[in-house]
């Protein structure tokens, strides 16, 4: 494990990771890799971690309960591993498989699209018993696969969700185009206040800048969609003033001109943007962050 240091107003911010290049991978029976993301999912962890899996989605890990967000992780073919489920060109291989998950707990998503609600991961994470919240658009997904409505979740705005020791708020998410402003079809999703312990972690989802947004407070941990169709966002850095940014929502697919709006983002040109551009962290696929 590696540990980082920023200076942050006179104070030390620190942070520890594990960077994916360490990974070990091991062939056990045929198909199935064993990585060390996995073996951490499976066990106890005492505190909070996340993993950024790529694109938006990330787990989280609050001492026995484990929490998906947006999770796109599986791939189309065993025997092509370098296509998404999704049918695009992986950019780097998946630092964890839907297969590999023993249990969870929840699983959020934050609104039908197919790089943030895929049938063949959810169809995998269904059989972990999982309670899956949701907006009402994300329902025929998980029709599809055939999940039990009673262990559905739909959000109401502004309404929050509990489970064991997890509070979970929705806040009102509207997609953004191409450029970054509201998109025409104003494809209603939702992002996600996640309280665990004395952590609050925000996932906003694809949206533009909303008024709820400046009705938020106490965010220690923000994921930071830094892709064109989410610039308005930027600000929220300065809203929010959250203790640690967390770059999301690029590097995972191959771009292309037709995609680049969603698939592309640069950290360094958001940090110099942002205000607090020190809080900024940018994970590698399957590093491990745990705020301190």
């Known amino acids: 494990m590696k540990e980082k240091n920023q200076e942050l107003f006179g104070t030390l911010l620190t942070y520890s990771f594990i960077d994916v290049n360490q990974l070990e991978y091991h062939s056990e029976g045929e198909g199935t890799l064993t990585r060390k993301i996995a073996r951490e999912l499976n066990r106890p962890i005492e505190g909070l971690t996340l993993w950024w899996l790529g694109n938006a989605g990330f787990a989280i890990k609050y001492d026995g309960i484990l929490m998906f967000i947006d999770p796109v992780i599986e791939v189309k073919s065993e025997y092509d591993q370098t296509v998404s489920e999704i049918d695009l060109e992986l950019q780097h291989e998946l630092p964890l498989r839907a297969t590999e998950v023993e249990r969870s707990d929840i699983v959020l998503l934050t609104h039908h699209h197919g790089d943030h609600s895929a049938p063949k991961t959810l169809l995998m994470l269904k059989r972990t018993d999982a309670l899956f919240i949701c907006p009402e658009i994300c329902l025929p997904v998980l029709d599809s696969i055939g999940v039990d409505r009673a262990r559905v979740r739909t959000v109401n ?34 992002g996600y206040v996640v309280r665990v312990g004395a952590h609050s972690i925000f996932h906003p989802g694809d949206t533009v800048l909303l008024e709820e947004h400046y009705k938020l407070d106490d965010v220690e941990i923000l994921l930071l969609p830094i892709c064109h169709h989410s610039r308005t966002l930027t600000v929220l850095a300065e809203i929010l003033s959250p203790k640690y940014i967390i770059a999301m929502h690029y590097n995972t697919y191959k771009v292309t001109e037709d995609n680049c709006f969603w698939t592309y983002g640069d950290p360094e040109e958001i940090r110099s943007k942002i205000k607090y551009p020190e809080r900024l962290v940018v994970l590698k696929q399957g590093e491990t962050f745990r705020p301190y």
């Open 157 to 190: 705005y502004g309404q929050s969700i509990a489970y064991k020791e997890v509070s979970i708020k929705p806040v009102r998410a509207i997609h953004g185009g191409h450029h970054g402003a509201v998109s025409l079809n104003l494809e209603l999703g939702v």
